[in-house]
């Protein structure tokens, strides 16, 4: 059965760095553009970024733009986010999301956490 | 950017209620129009895609439609597992989707 499973968060300081980590199983990952989204407590769903099948493309909502980079290596069947310069309200619980046929977000982690706190 | 508006923000019901949920979008999207259900402290669950169908192993309570810029989740017979937040998300655009800012289901 298709699995995604994050990893990678944690506390961290405003203007520092993290790099989240999520492992794809049950399915072919090099086959499926692979998205991130994230929650901040008690709000709603936003996106984050979006990554092509072969990682060609790759695009990123502008409140993360020019401080967070989308990446995978399909042989490991990884998909990451690396996050810089992080701020107060980049805190969330950040998931990722498989992008199915018909442009849809099949299937979903169960979240990692990010606090960005001083 | 496309910009979604869901209707009500929360809305109380009781098991058996039917329920309807609107989405509208700030331009034509077509049929590029998912719903999603998300209980607290859990990812995100796909219910209808593509406006009006339904997602292997979903209930057929639940049903989707519209086109163009209104789209409405309509559930016909509320189960008390169906007590939870309901998002739709556009994906129209290959460079960007967007999510409604929610709509919580509450028990009356």
């Known amino acids: 059965q298709v699995q995604l499973v994050e990893s990678g968060g944690g506390v961290v300081q405003p203007g520092r760095s993290l790099r989240l980590s999520c492992v794809a199983s049950g399915f072919t990952f090099s086959h499926h553009g692979m998205h991130w989204v994230r929650q901040a407590p008690g709000k709603g769903l936003e996106w984050v970024a979006v990554i092509w099948y072969d990682g060609s493309n790759k695009y990123y909502a502008a409140s993360v733009k020019g401080r967070f980079t989308i990446s995978r290596d399909n042989p490991r069947n990884t998909l990451y986010l690396q996050m810089d310069s992080l701020r107060a309200e980049d805190t969330a619980v950040y998931y990722c999301?498989?992008?199915?046929?018909?442009?849809?977000?099949?299937?979903w982690g169960q979240g990692t956490l990010v606090t960005v706190s001083s | 950017d496309i910009r979604l508006t869901q209707s009500p923000s929360s809305l109380s019901a009781s098991v058996g209620d039917r329920v309807t949920i609107t989405c509208r979008a700030s331009q034509s999207i077509s049929s590029y129009l998912n719903w999603y259900q998300q209980k607290p402290g859990k990812a995100p669950k796909l219910l209808i895609y593509?406006?009006?169908s339904l997602q292997s192993g979903v209930p057929s309570r639940f049903s989707g439609s519209g086109s163009g810029t209104d789209f409405t989740l309509t559930i016909s017979s509320l189960q008390p597992e169906d007590f939870a937040t309901y998002y739709c998300q556009e994906s129209y655009s290959f460079f960007s989707i967007t999510f409604g800012q929610g709509t919580r289901l509450e028990i009356k």
């Open positions: 999301a498989r992008w199915g046929d018909d442009r849809k977000n099949d299937y």
């Open positions: 593509a406006a009006s």
